[in-house]
């Protein structure tokens, strides 16, 4: 059997849960690790989309609902996920939301559902996968932040402010667990050819009077390759950190924006 064969069955046994996994970075991350041999379940709000990706993505996947940002239905999601599958050995937190407008019209309302879902969401789902981790002896926690974590963005401060406070939570936690054969990393993806991307231009074409090209242009422009990340390199990198190889690497923030971030 050649190298490739191994790799591609070097997760076999291993129970992965991607949040937000019915779509975007989230579908293509799903679809990486079912190549690589993984049991897949992708969690998300919208249960007729979660159920139409999992049908998309094979047999080996399945779909729990889920509201990352709801302590109780993390706890219901997770317990379900684990009666189907098994103990959870790979964490994908990958639910996110945006909101854009100025710092001074950004509402209580949409700065705590922001922080609720991609800051306190990566804390309730990392705090149920856990003690199973430590009990197996291996794990791997893998929080797609965004290159909003690394640097500042005008008019999307409260995302700003959650993807900061993600890489924060990685540091700090793979600190915690570095004598644990558990790794905890941050992805950090520059602009993605995603829904959130698309309805960025379509936000950008109601406020500004441009058209969707010159709307798309705008959001390239900060990008030095002059173009939008694709969700499978995001793939990549995640599965990377999954896969024998990169035990040694944790508490990382891994841009991945054509240079945006360096």
Same mark, same amino acid.
């Given at each position: 059997?050649?190298?490739?064969? /191994?790799?591609?069955?070097?997760?076999?046994?291993?129970?992965?849960?991607?949040?937000?996994?019915?779509?975007?970075?989230?579908?293509?991350? $799903?679809?990486?690790?079912?190549?690589?041999?993984? @049991?897949?379940?992708?969690?998300?709000?919208?249960?007729?989309?979660?159920?139409?990706? $999992?049908?998309?993505?094979?047999? !080996? $996947?399945?779909?729990?609902?889920?509201?990352?940002?709801?302590?109780?239905? /993390?706890?219901?999601?997770?317990?379900?996920?684990?009666?189907? @599958?098994?103990?959870?050995?790979?964490?994908?937190?990958?639910?996110?939301?945006?909101?854009?407008? %100025?710092?001074?019209?950004?509402? !209580?309302?949409?700065?705590?559902?922001?922080?609720?879902?991609?800051?306190?969401?990566?804390?309730?789902?990392?705090?149920?996968?856990? %003690?199973?981790?430590?009990?197996?002896?291996?794990?791997? /926690?893998?929080?797609?932040?965004?290159?909003?974590?690394?640097?500042?963005?005008?008019? /999307?401060?409260?995302?700003?402010?959650?993807?900061?406070?993600?890489?924060?939570?990685? @540091?700090?936690?793979?600190?915690?667990?570095?004598?644990?054969?558990?790794?905890?990393?941050?992805?950090?993806?520059?602009?993605?050819?995603?829904?959130?991307?698309?309805?960025?231009?379509?936000?950008?074409?109601?406020?500004?009077?441009?058209?969707?090209?010159?709307?798309?242009?705008?959001?390239?422009?900060?990008? %030095?390759?002059?173009?939008?990340?694709?969700?499978?390199?995001?793939?990549?990198?995640?599965?990377?950190?999954?896969?024998?190889?990169?035990?040694?690497?944790?508490?990382?923030?891994?841009?991945?924006?054509?240079?945006?971030?360096?």
């Amino acid at each position: 059997m050649g190298d490739s064969s /191994v790799n591609l069955a070097s997760l076999s046994g291993k129970h992965a849960l991607v949040t937000g996994g019915s779509r975007g970075i989230g579908y293509a991350v $799903a679809h990486a690790l079912l190549a690589h041999g993984a @049991r897949v379940t992708i969690a998300g709000r919208d249960q007729f989309m979660l159920d139409g990706a $999992a049908n998309s993505l094979g047999a !080996e $996947a399945c779909a729990v609902p889920m509201d990352v940002a709801q302590p109780q239905s /993390v706890k219901d999601g997770f317990a379900l996920a684990k009666q189907r @599958r098994g103990a959870i050995d790979i964490l994908i937190n990958n639910a996110g939301q945006v909101s854009s407008q %100025p710092f001074g019209k950004t509402d !209580e309302e949409t700065w705590q559902r922001t922080l609720d879902v991609n800051l306190s969401g990566v804390f309730h789902c990392t705090q149920r996968v856990l %003690p199973d981790m430590l009990t197996s002896g291996w794990g791997r /926690v893998i929080n797609i932040a965004s290159s909003a974590g690394l640097v500042g963005y005008a008019y /999307v401060a409260a995302y700003c402010a959650s993807k900061h406070g993600v890489i924060g939570l990685t @540091r700090a936690l793979a600190k915690e667990l570095a004598t644990q054969p558990i790794t905890v990393n941050a992805v950090c993806p520059g602009y993605t050819d995603t829904d959130m991307v698309r309805q960025a231009v379509s936000t950008i074409q109601r406020k500004t009077g441009r058209s969707e090209q010159e709307a798309r242009d705008a959001i390239t422009a900060n990008n %030095p390759q002059g173009r939008l990340v694709q969700p499978e390199e995001v793939a990549n990198a995640v599965m990377w950190l999954c896969l024998p190889g990169s035990e040694s690497v944790t508490g990382q923030s891994i841009s991945i924006s054509g240079g945006e971030v360096m």
